[in-house]
């Protein structure tokens, strides 16, 4: 078959280059500078943060005595304002600077945090959810970024060579989904306290939003030292080549909103796929713990173990996602993984018990997750580095749009018409995607998978 089978440039472009791609770098990793250890730090912190809001915002907000319509709504507004704050910096970090607007929404998130642990109505709650990003990525959150990601990804491409990028967005997604399997265990502190001093779960939970609040700060603190290229040079230092067949680099005249039409080519491409993924995710994230939580009774202590177990398990191949994309291909790799989650997604709602439904939830997620890197550097590799903000900001706003519908339609249908529909529909909409993927990808090649893995 055609989807197993390797093609020439990438088998080629298996092969390491030059030997100085290997040598210095800290702790012994070749690759690992000052700049990217920040960022390590910064993924380190948010990740955390979401290990735990994603699984104590649901059943946070059904002590406070609201139904699941509710959380998908104020879900939903909260995707919104990520679409929304994710799209602008997309469009203007290329040409303001990407670690300016990392810093600025981190402080936001802290704002959220500390807002939403003081809130006492449902429309502070959502203000403080939309500002603050909080339950966006859902309990396995480790791989979520947020409203900065556009920003985020692009500094961190350019911090890497074409031949090391996938690895380095691979152990970004590792050191982020163990921080959100430790950040999981956390959400099992409100039922620990309740039992062993008596403390009502609610003080802990707003406890923990502060704490993220807290973290959020340290976010913008640990971004501060990091040093950040021009883009317009570092898309000269590219030469041109970052994408198969690529021409000289294009003036700035030349481009559309940021982007060139060789760009815009690509970036319509993953704004379709991009839209069915995000009804997917819309219909799972926060969406999930509430489907454990009312198909099985499970606790929070209950959920904090499963997803501290699926996080860290998951997190393992992330390490080797370099090396699984050089040797099967980029899209390959993506859409073999997501055609095997999306099968397994359909076979969580079969299960008849909470412990069997985790076990095929956490495998599942173990394939889904592992495509992420894949993908994130998938699409630095295939743009001009100096549009890369704007290109992710663009090509992340249909998925932002579509997730922020989802969460809304899974409430509505777990109240109106059957509790497993959000994740059924989910597993349909995962499977439209990756065919999309195929269609569209299967031919178009990153740098180092044709031979130019060197520079960046």
């Known amino acids: 078959m055609k989807l197993f089978q390797q093609s020439s440039a990438v088998t080629s472009a298996s092969q390491p280059p030059e030997a100085d ?20 730090v910064m993924r380190v912190l948010r990740s955390l943060a979401q290990g735990y809001l994603g699984i104590i915002l649901p059943l946070y907000l059904a002590i406070l005595g609201y139904n699941a319509v509710a959380l998908g709504t104020l879900l939903a507004v909260s ?7 994710s799209t602008l910096t997309g469009v203007l970090a290329d040409r303001f600077g990407r670690k300016t607007f990392i810093v600025i929404i981190s402080l936001m998130f802290a704002v ?28 396995l959150a480790g791989g979520a970024w947020g409203p900065f990601y556009p920003a985020v990804q692009a500094l961190v491409a350019e911090q890497t060579s074409h031949y090391n990028r996938t690895s380095v967005f691979g152990a970004f997604s590792f050191v982020g989904v163990v921080a959100g399997a430790i950040g999981s265990l956390l959400a099992g502190l409100p039922a620990v306290a309740k039992h062993s001093i008596g403390l009502p779960e609610l003080h802990t939970y707003r406890a923990l939003f502060i704490f993220s609040g807290v973290l959020a700060a340290a976010m913008a603190v640990a971004v501060i030292p990091v040093r950040e290229r021009s883009a317009a040079r570092d898309s000269a230092n590219a030469g041109g080549d970052n994408m198969q067949g ?28 991009n839209a069915t993924n995000g009804l997917a995710i819309g219909m799972l994230g ?35 996602a370099g090396r699984i994309a050089l040797t099967f291909g980029s899209v390959r790799s993506v859409v073999v993984t997501r055609a095997i ?18 076990a095929v939830y956490g495998i599942r997620a173990l394939f ?47 109240e109106h018409l059957a509790l497993a529909l ?3 529909f989910a597993a349909v909409m995962q499977g439209l995607n990756t065919l999309l993927y195929w269609i569209f990808f299967r031919d178009v090649y990153p740098p180092e998978e044709t031979g130019d893995g060197a520079g960046r």
């Open 21 to 40: 791609e290997y040598q210095g770098g800290m702790l012994g990793i070749a690759w690992l500078n000052p700049d990217l250890s920040w960022l390590f």
């Open 79 to 85: 995707a919104i304002a990520a679409a929304v704050v």
């Open 112 to 139: 959220g945090g500390f807002g939403f642990a003081f809130a006492r109505t449902f429309f502070w709650l959502t203000v403080f959810a939309a500002i603050g990003s909080i339950g966006r990525g859902g309990a």
């Open 246 to 273: 690529a021409q000289d680099p294009p003036a700035p005249d030349d481009r559309r909103l940021g982007l060139s039409a060789q760009s815009w080519r690509l970036v319509i491409r993953f704004m379709i796929t």
């Open 286 to 320: 926060p969406v999930v713990v509430y489907w454990f939580y009312r198909r099985f009774g499970a606790s929070s202590a209950d959920l904090a173990e499963v997803f501290f177990i699926i996080n860290f398990a998951s997190s393992i191949p992330y390490l080797a």
């Open 341 to 358: 989650s999306t099968g397994l997604l359909l076979g969580v709602v079969m299960m008849p018990t909470f412990g069997l439904a985790a």
């Open 368 to 414: 889904n997750m592992l495509s992420i890197p894949v993908r994130q550097s998938y699409l630095m590799g295939v743009i001009d580095p100096a549009e890369r903000s704007t290109a992710s900001g663009f090509a992340s706003f249909p998925s932002q749009v579509t997730s922020s519908v989802g969460p809304y339609l899974a409430g509505y249908f777990m």
């Open 422 to 424: 959000p994740l059924e």
